[in-house]
């Protein structure tokens, strides 16, 4: 919507920080290396942010490519042609974010729900390993970040 937005008519808006939102792909992951070195808490959690969506992105990745050349079994729900369309969408959008939403949580968080629940429906529709580890690797992930945002944003 941003990219439409900024096409027509040549802006964002004035209250969006959407310019700033996305940069090129892995650009920001290589200038703002040092965002992600588990130093303190904050560059901790920016890791096991990015650990939680590359894991389990690459397990739905599998578990699509699995299910592909196995025969559909019947146990198992059709995937909707649209979600590899969407996660493969979700993950270039990923890799493009910029430096302004791994330092603003809500804004990463808003950055990466989408590809999430793609993964999460994929993890739930392909029966085989791959989705499997998908789903517990986001059922684990998703425990431990919610409550470290719980722990974190909780006054002492």
């Known amino acids: 919507m941003q990219l439409v937005t900024r096409v027509q008519w040549g802006e964002l808006g004035l209250l969006s920080s959407g310019d700033a939102n996305f940069t ?11 965002l992600f ?3 303190d808490g904050h560059s901790a959690l920016r890791v096991s942010v990015v650990g939680l969506v590359v894991v389990s992105t690459a397990a739905a990745v599998l578990a699509l490519v699995a299910r592909r050349r196995a025969s559909p079994g019947a146990s198992a729900a059709p995937v909707p042609d649209l979600v590899p369309i969407g996660v493969a969408l979700g993950v270039l959008l990923f890799v493009s974010l910029a430096r302004v939403p791994f330092v603003n949580y809500m804004n990463v968080a808003r950055a ?5 629940l793609l993964v999460l429906l ?5 029966r085989n ?3 499997d580890v998908t789903l517990a690797v986001l059922a684990g992930g998703g425990v431990v ?3 470290w ?3 974190a944003t909780t006054p002492i």
């Open 24 to 34: 090129l792909p892995f650009a920001s992951f290589v200038r703002e290396a040092s």
């Open 145 to 147: 970040l919610a409550g």
């Open 149 to 151: 945002a719980v722990w």
């Open 129 to 131: 390993r791959a989705g």
């Open 122 to 126: 994929v993890g739930w529709l392909v």
């Open 112 to 116: 990466v729900t989408e590809l999430l």
């Open 37 to 39: 070195v588990p130093r």
